[in-house]
């Protein structure tokens, strides 16, 4: 199946600068890359994905790239504020018959106000 | 509100003494799964289920089962519980396509601890 490695498992910022989570995966087939964040006592929560037919996507102060060549995605938080401070899962996935998910091992990312 | 709802939040249990956890959706969702979350290992399926009688194993599905009677419900069943079983437990649910075209709604969490 399917290997999703996930860097770096903690991180710390300051207040408004930027931070970056870097996720690679082994099947050349996974076509779906999505990023769920984690807040303290509740489930995982989606917040932004890619699929392989674009190299980029962004959201307010979200973004994620996908470099398919190399098999990695990152995502890409500008301008950190202090609720952003949560743990972050990649997945990644094959859009065809069970549709699983697999799961990064986390990011556990913390804003220093 | 649309949720997926898993009873109860939190457990502790003795080894070897079937316990079941309960997971609700009210979003008419077909899919739904069960994760377990360790340290260091992040979520990994231990079963999900396309549709009602249908479900299937994910990547670490041993001492656990599961059943879809109904489509709103999906209880995960310990038969026989080990302390290797203690871990916080997800359930997720999602429209017929799959969490890789409609995203996940994740439940609160089960955190079970088995002594």
């Known amino acids: 199946g399917e290997n999703v490695e996930q860097h770096p498992s903690t991180l710390s910022v300051q207040e408004g600068d930027s931070a970056v989570i870097k996720c690679t995966y082994s099947?050349?087939?996974?076509?779906?890359f999505p990023w769920y964040k984690q807040e303290l006592g509740k489930g995982p929560q989606l917040i932004i994905d890619?699929?392989?037919?674009?190299g980029e996507k962004k959201d307010q102060r979200i973004a994620v790239t996908l470099n398919k060549t190399a098999k990695h995605f990152s995502l890409h938080i500008t301008e950190t504020q202090p609720e952003d401070s949560a743990v972050y899962f990649c997945?990644?996935?094959?859009?065809?018959?069970?549709?699983?998910?697999?799961f990064g091992t986390g990011t556990r990312l913390t804003v220093i106000p | 509100e649309a949720q997926v709802t898993q009873n109860p939040r939190y457990l502790i249990t003795v080894t070897g003494k079937k316990l079941t956890v309960t997971c609700s959706q009210n979003?008419?969702?077909?899919?739904m799964s069960w994760y377990r979350q360790d340290p260091g290992l992040g979520l990994r399926q231990i079963y999900y289920s396309m549709n009602v009688e249908v479900t299937d194993k994910g990547d670490v599905p041993e001492g656990y089962k599961v059943s879809r009677k109904e489509k709103r419900n999906f209880p995960l069943i310990l038969e026989s519980p080990s302390p290797n079983q203690t871990s916080l437990y997800f359930c997720?649910?999602?429209?017929?396509?799959?969490?890789?075209?409609?995203?996940?709604?994740f439940g609160s969490g089960t955190r079970l601890t088995v002594v």
């Open positions: 890619i699929r392989s037919n674009v």
């Open positions: 997720a649910s999602s429209f017929y396509r799959g969490p890789s075209n409609y995203g996940y709604t």
């Open positions: 099947d050349s087939a996974s076509n779906y």
């Open positions: 979003m008419n969702h077909e899919y």
């Open positions: 997945a990644a996935s094959i859009r065809t018959g069970a549709n699983n998910l697999f």
